[in-house]
């Protein structure tokens, strides 16, 4: 390992220290007034909140946010992976793509589908599909989102949900070549 590869993991291991301490601490104090609960009833964000200190009193909140987004439509036309949109590409594309149809939306991920499913149901999209993000690879091929949106390349896959009235439907992964609609929640 070279000189700058050292210092550069030194760096990391400082910042990973000092990030992790508090929660270490917390974790292995004596205090058991630390307290993890939801601020909504089953969905995040969740707040972490540790009061002690011995002889004072000290309250330290912690907010792990989430998303409680659900789908609000799908949009008009049909895109294939590549997706370009008022000089946008890619994520920023279709991101933008769905706020131009359903104000302050974004293209829904897999979670937020089952989020839907969940709190609202499918049922008025019964038997029709749309483009969902994943994000990393969840499989061993190229199935990326299609490279981030920015393909239509028959090589490269990208999810999309087929919702079902029964159950909510199921996700997919199809050829980045192929036309769909985007899911937009919000």
Avoid at 10 to 39: C, K, M, Q, R
Avoid at 42 to 70: C, D, F, K, L, M
Wanted: proline share 3%; with cysteine.
């Amino acid at each position: 390992m070279n000189r700058q590869q050292k210092l550069l993991l030194s760096v990391i291991v400082i910042l990973v220290a000092l990030f992790l301490i508090p929660f270490f601490s917390i974790l292995f104090s004596e205090d058991e007034s630390a307290t993890i609960f939801p601020e909504e009833e089953i969905y995040p964000p969740y707040q972490i909140r540790v009061t002690g200190g011995g002889s004072g009193t000290t309250t330290t909140t912690t907010t792990i946010t989430g998303t409680n987004a659900t789908l609000v439509g799908l949009t008009a036309g049909d895109y294939n992976g590549q997706i370009n949109f008022l000089g946008y590409i890619g994520y920023d594309a279709g991101n933008h793509l769905c706020a131009n149809e359903y104000a302050d939306s974004h293209v829904c991920t897999t979670d937020e589908i089952l989020n839907t499913i969940d709190q609202d149901g499918v049922v008025a999209y019964d038997s029709q599909t749309a483009w969902v993000l994943e994000g990393a690879p969840g499989y061993f091929s190229n199935s990326n989102d299609c490279n981030g949106l920015t393909s239509d390349n028959a090589q490269f896959t990208g999810a999309f949900w087929l919702f079902g009235a029964n159950g909510g439907g199921a996700g997919w992964l199809t050829t980045c070549a192929n036309t769909k609609p985007l899911a937009c929640c919000s």
